[in-house]
């Protein structure tokens, strides 16, 4: 799977919108860019994923550059509630198949009253 | 309301003894993961299991045991034969590609 690069941390005022990038400069045509979070002491929430088109669901979207070596995440109006470590990775989509997540260190976004 | 649960959500050990921890699912979804995580690291892969009956070791199977007798449980023991079991124990699901993890249980080895 192809390694990822995010800013260590980020401050987002509260209300506003927060964009976290990834850089996958490595990225092959098959694997697909995820997201996950996790609050503190809780276990890792699943975001978003996509592989070349932008999506959006009811809690991000995922912007995706045409040449598919970065993206971010929006979250559209950050609440306190939304300050968690942000990790974006890359994989291999194996229908079926044994899969294993790996987090890098990601993004530590503190959301600010 | 469906979803991964995990217990107990803190658990204390003495060294020398065994403990299991609880995974359910009542998502439907086939293969369950154990991972672990250590603080300011990321997830190390214990065991998996694909099917009902049948699990796999993961990179750090060691003083580790599962077992996955119905579809919606698949129990961690912590043995003793494991030198460093103080972490955080994820429990996740895979469907669709995707991972969905439980909340997690936190043991210490007093």
């Known amino acids: 799977d192809a390694k990822t690069t995010q800013p260590t941390s980020m401050d987002c005022a509260e209300g506003r919108a927060a964009n976290l990038p990834c850089n996958h400069s490595t990225i092959s045509g098959n694997e697909y860019v995820y997201w996950y979070r996790q609050i503190h002491s809780q276990g890792p929430q699943y975001i978003i994923h996509g592989l070349k088109n932008n999506e959006t669901n009811e809690m991000a979207s995922l912007i995706i550059t045409e040449d598919r070596k970065s993206s971010t995440l929006i979250l559209p109006h950050a609440t306190l509630r939304d300050t968690a470590v942000y990790y974006c990775?890359?994989?291999?989509?194996?229908?079926?198949?044994?899969?294993?997540?790996?987090f890098g260190t990601g993004t530590k976004l503190q959301v600010i009253p | 309301d469906g979803g991964i649960t995990q217990s107990p959500k803190y658990l204390f050990r003495k060294e020398g003894q065994n403990v299991t921890l609880s995974c359910e699912q009542n998502?439907?979804?086939?293969?369950m993961y154990w991972y672990r995580q250590d603080p300011g690291q990321g997830l190390r892969l214990i065991y998996y299991?694909?099917?009902?009956?049948?699990?796999q070791k993961g990179d750090i199977a060691e003083g580790y045991s599962v077992s996955r007798e119905k579809k919606e449980s698949f129990p961690l023991t912590v043995t003793s034969a494991q030198k460093n079991p103080t972490a955080f124990y994820l429990c996740a699901t895979l469907y669709a590609d995707t991972q969905y993890f439980g909340p997690g249980t936190r043991l210490t080895v007093l």
């Open positions: 998502l439907n979804h086939d293969a």
């Open positions: 990775i890359v994989r291999v989509a194996r229908s079926g198949g044994y899969q294993k997540v790996t």
């Open positions: 299991s694909q099917i009902v009956n049948d699990f």
